[in-house]
C-alpha cells in the first residue's frame, strides 16, 4: 500500500515561473556593467542551462572560451547579477506559471508540507516569492534548499535529500516538481517520484523515468487527482 502524502517539493527557475529569460537579461547587464564583451543569446543560454547553478554556467562560458575561470572574480559578477536579477522582479517582470498558486493553496489546506529545491540562490528565492505571492520566502514555503546549501547541485540527489530530512518526511511520502531533465534526474536519485512541466528552456529535454510530462502544473487537475496518481504509481 503507498504511503501518504505528506509533502510537495517544487524547483523554482522554470516550475514556479518562467525565470530564465530575466536571468539570462541580468547576466548580460551584469556583464556589460562589468566591461566584459560577453553576450548570452537564447542558444548560448539553452546550452548553458545544462549546467546548473550560475557562477558555474560563468566558469563554464570561461573555460569555453579558453580563458581560465580562476582569473575572473566570478562570485562579484554573479552577486550583481543577482541584484540585477532582483531589480527585474520587482519591476513586476515575472509571474507565476498556470496553477502554481491553486496548487499550493490546496496542499495548505489540507496541512500538506511545501518545500523548494533549487540551484538558485535564496536572495532568487525571495524575490520571487515577495513578488508573485506578496510575502516572504519562508511565509510560503516551510523549507527551502537553495543550491549553495549542498555541496553537490543538481543533478546530484543532495539538495532533495537535505530538503527531505528537514522535512521529516520518506521519499514514497513526497513529491517532486520539475522542469529539466537534471532537476528530474536530481529528484530520482533522492528516491523521489517527480512530475515534470517543462519550460520554455527545457522542452527538449529527455524526461524519461517521469512520473509525468505535463504543459503545465493544471493538467495534474488538482490535489485529489495527484494523490490519485501517486497511489497508482506508488
Known amino acids: ?39 548570452w543569446s537564447v542558444a548560448d543560454y539553452t546550452l548553458l542551462l545544462r549546467t546548473t547553478g550560475g557562477k558555474e554556467r560563468i566558469a563554464r562560458f570561461v573555460s569555453e572560451m579558453g580563458d581560465e575561470p580562476a582569473q575572473v572574480d566570478i562570485a562579484a559578477l554573479h552577486r550583481d547579477k543577482t541584484r540585477r536579477y532582483g531589480e527585474l522582479v520587482d519591476q513586476g517582470a515575472l509571474v507565476l506559471r498556470p496553477s502554481v498558486r491553486t496548487l499550493l493553496s490546496q496542499a495548505r489546506s489540507v496541512n500538506l508540507h511545501v518545500a523548494v529545491v533549487t540551484t538558485t540562490s535564496h536572495p532568487n528565492v525571495e524575490a520571487l516569492c515577495r513578488a508573485c505571492f506578496a510575502k516572504s520566502a519562508d511565509e510560503v514555503f516551510d523549507v527551502i534548499v537553495a543550491g549553495d546549501d549542498v555541496p553537490a547541485k543538481k543533478p546530484a540527489p543532495d539538495a532533495y535529500a537535505l530538503a527531505l530530512s528537514r522535512l521529516g518526511v520518506s521519499p514514497a511520502q513526497a513529491v517532486a516538481f520539475e522542469d529539466s531533465a537534471n532537476g528530474l534526474r536530481a529528484a530520482m536519485a533522492a528516491g523521489l517520484r517527480c512530475i515534470v512541466s517543462p519550460a520554455i528552456y527545457t522542452r527538449d529535454e529527455d524526461f524519461t523515468g517521469a512520473l509525468a510530462v505535463i504543459p503545465d502544473l493544471g493538467q495534474i487537475g488538482g490535489l485529489a487527482a495527484l494523490r490519485r496518481l501517486v497511489e497508482h504509481c506508488g
Do not use: K, S, Y
Open 1 to 39: 500500500m503507498a504511503e501518504p502524502l505528506r509533502a510537495l517539493i517544487f524547483d523554482v527557475d522554470g516550475t514556479l515561473a518562467e525565470t530564465e529569460e530575466l536571468h539570462r537579461r541580468a547576466f548580460n547587464d551584469a556583464f556589460a556593467a562589468a566591461g566584459l564583451d560577453w553576450h
